[in-house]
């Protein structure tokens, strides 16, 4: 490479065109830079495109599990009713018998109060998202630490759910099953 600068050097010199081999080295050099700052810019611009695709898939995906919890509430909703309406016939039964009577009826209405639902965290996502280290790609701050305190509280309020449950059954539904149908 050495000889060949030198090379380039003696002839230039011979001849007396340095000027003009300078003014094409600086072409050159200029266009290369060009040519690099060009290809910079359609990296970062396919490396945008990319995140964005990604931040897509991402909020996507979140729409999708939260229109399934949506679904879940909705099943846990309406078992919910159902157990409020066996309740009211249960005390209805009570009261115009003094007591419970014991029948299949009865053990299966009772049955049916202790297969209460609880929510699921349907949180696919997101988790996908956190692991993967990608939350980022949200551009929107607010967007991205609402969705971030929205699962937070999800899971809190499941936890909640399930102890509330729990204690409904332990220390309400099944002592009343077990004094009056003994």
Do not use: C
């Not at 509430?73 to 309740?87: A, D, G, P, Q, Y």
């Amino acid at each position: 490479m050495i000889k060949f600068f030198r090379k380039i050097r003696y002839n230039l010199m011979e001849t007396g065109k340095t000027g003009k081999y300078f003014k094409y080295a600086i072409g050159e050099i200029i266009l290369v830079v060009i040519g690099i700052l060009i290809a910079l810019q359609i990296n970062n611009w396919n490396e945008n495109r990319k995140n964005k695709d990604k931040e897509l898939a991402h909020l996507t995906g979140i729409r999708h599990d939260l229109e399934s919890q949506i679904i879940d509430l909705k099943n846990i909703t309406e078992v919910n009713k159902s157990s409020v309406k066996i309740v009211d016939e249960l005390m209805n039964d009570y009261l115009d018998n003094d007591g419970f009577k014991i029948s299949d009826s009865l053990f299966f209405k009772f049955n049916q109060l202790l297969k209460s639902p609880i929510p699921s965290e349907i949180k696919t996502s997101f988790t996908e998202m956190l692991q993967s280290g990608e939350v980022k790609l949200i551009r929107d701050d607010s967007l991205r630490n609402n969705i971030i305190k929205f699962y937070q509280n999800l899971e809190d309020k499941i936890k909640k759910a399930n102890q509330n449950s729990i204690g409904v059954h332990n220390s309400s539904i099944l002592p009343i099953i077990q004094r009056n149908t003994v």
